[in-house]
């Protein structure tokens, strides 16, 4: 419905879409991504359409894990977008970790 709702313009431009996640655990080096990232890639495309370029930043940790990534979108509709998830926060999302 909301796909549709999108593409046949009901609901106005769409400009901005952004997925945010947050909160896990895995030892695997790359779970952020894998694990819940794929996911808002999925949805955002479902709704927004085709997505034309990508360009990302990770967290790079000492014990080999990136457990926080930073993902910007721009879909081939124009519209831009954003991925942000880490596992090394709480939400509301801080900045920073706990020490």
């Not at 879409?17 to 790359?30: D, E, K, L, V």
């Not at 819940?36 to 790079?60: K, W, Y």
């Not at 081939?76 to 090394?88: D, M, P, Q, R």
């Amino acid at each position: 419905m909301a796909a549709e709702a999108f593409a046949k313009g009901r609901v106005g431009d769409l400009v901005l879409a952004r997925w945010r996640f947050g909160a896990g655990t895995s030892s695997h080096p790359y779970a952020n991504l894998i694990e819940t990232r794929c996911h808002g890639f999925d949805m955002l495309e479902h709704l927004v359409g085709p997505i034309e370029s990508v360009m990302a930043q990770m967290t790079d940790r000492p014990n080999g894990t990136h457990p926080t990534v930073s993902v910007a979108l721009r879909f081939v509709n124009g519209a831009v977008g954003s991925l942000v998830g880490s596992y090394e926060t709480e939400p509301p999302w801080v900045s920073w970790r706990p020490r």
